[in-house]
């Protein structure tokens, strides 16, 4: 059985790293790519095969909404998971990437104050969503 190829695209690099050690405790997932920005993450696509994308929102050059609207235009079709903190303006971010074309979404832990989100119980979460939707 071939692995899911997996893009992950987040501006810090200590969560790439980290989404990408969380994804891969999957013998089924590989990281394919990872990339800071959504402009990277295009270009990326053009060169790499994926089956997948994780997709922050909140990025420098290029946030992850105008990354699916330009996914979308572009005709790349891989299913996207939002992986987005949990605050009053990223929940509606996150309804916006859905409006757009986001096949699903998981909550990023913060490391401000209190979070119901564990690194585990988002690692998983990821993890039970790519496999479903591959």
Do not use: W
Not at 18 to 28: A, F, G, K
């Amino acid at each position: 059985m071939n692995k899911i190829r997996v893009l992950v695209v987040d501006d810090s690099p200590v969560v790439r790293k980290q989404v990408s050690e969380l994804i891969t405790m999957s013998p089924n997932i590989e990281v394919a790519a990872v990339a800071a920005n959504g402009r990277l993450a295009l270009e990326r696509l053009v060169h790499t095969s994926v089956d997948i994308i994780i997709l922050d929102l909140e990025m420098p050059e290029m946030d992850g909404l105008e990354t699916l609207r330009s996914l979308r235009k572009s005709c790349f079709d891989q299913p996207v998971v939002v992986f987005s903190s949990l605050t009053e303006r990223g929940g509606a971010l996150t309804l916006d990437a859905l409006s757009l074309g986001a096949s699903d979404y998981v909550t990023k832990p913060t490391a401000v104050g209190p979070s119901p989100v564990t690194v585990e119980n988002a690692g998983e979460a990821l993890r039970e969503k790519i496999l479903a939707l591959c």
